[in-house]
């Protein structure tokens, strides 16, 4: 199998940097509250985190519809959130958005936990891919719909150690 890479580190720190400093303009260097959606998020979140420099409470949920590369419709929904939202500045960070089903519900979800603010970040997005209307508040990069790993993402479980976003040939 040949990993081809599609963003290098250096452009990945470049762009995550940027984007934090944009969250941390928009949301006034107030407290957020930013959920990680796992497992893919957390190389994303941990590096957006440690570059916002107002106060960062890190939660985490856990939902996936993917069942080795191809996504099943279906959510499962495995670990809530243990911060209590109401009334607080709250940004979903995501890995990739594709058919925008698993953000939408997510942001539904997390709504009617009546946050002051409620906003999604994420590090890549897949339009071509979309079967709902969704359109993320931060986005670092657009990309072609090809099947993504490292950085969080992974194929089975594996590649998520990688320094970059790479892709498989297929």
């Given at each position: 199998?040949?990993?081809?890479t599609?963003?290098?580190e250096?452009?990945?720190t470049?762009r995550?940097?940027?984007v934090a400093?944009q969250?941390?303009k928009d949301?006034?260097n107030e407290e957020i509250?930013?959920?990680?959606?796992?497992?893919g998020a957390?190389?994303?979140?941990?590096?957006l985190?440690?570059?916002?420099?107002?106060?960062v409470i890190?939660?985490?949920?856990?939902?996936?519809?993917?069942?080795g590369?191809?996504s099943?419709?279906?959510?499962?929904?495995?670990l809530?959130?243990s911060?209590?939202?109401?009334g607080?500045?709250?940004?979903?960070?995501?890995?990739i958005v594709?058919?925008?089903?698993?953000?939408?519900?997510?942001?539904?979800y997390?709504?009617?936990?009546?946050?002051?603010k409620l906003?999604?970040?994420t590090?890549?997005?897949?339009?071509e891919?979309?079967e709902?209307?969704f359109?993320?508040d931060y986005?670092c990069?657009?990309i072609?719909d090809?099947?993504?790993?490292g950085y969080?993402?992974?194929?089975?479980e594996?590649?998520?150690n990688l320094?970059y976003?790479g892709y498989?040939?297929?």
């Amino acid at each position: 199998m040949e990993i081809k890479t599609l963003i290098n580190e250096q452009e990945l720190t470049t762009r995550i940097n940027e984007v934090a400093k944009q969250i941390q303009k928009d949301y006034n260097n107030e407290e957020i509250v930013l959920i990680c959606i796992l497992k893919g998020a957390v190389f994303f979140a941990t590096e957006l985190a440690k570059n916002i420099n107002s106060s960062v409470i890190m939660d985490f949920m856990k939902v996936s519809s993917y069942d080795g590369t191809k996504s099943t419709g279906n959510l499962d929904f495995t670990l809530d959130i243990s911060q209590k939202i109401e009334g607080r500045n709250v940004l979903i960070v995501e890995d990739i958005v594709d058919t925008g089903r698993t953000l939408t519900y997510l942001k539904q979800y997390l709504t009617s936990k009546n946050p002051k603010k409620l906003k999604v970040c994420t590090m890549l997005d897949k339009k071509e891919r979309r079967e709902l209307e969704f359109t993320p508040d931060y986005t670092c990069f657009d990309i072609p719909d090809k099947f993504v790993i490292g950085y969080g993402l992974d194929f089975d479980e594996k590649y998520r150690n990688l320094p970059y976003i790479g892709y498989i040939e297929q």
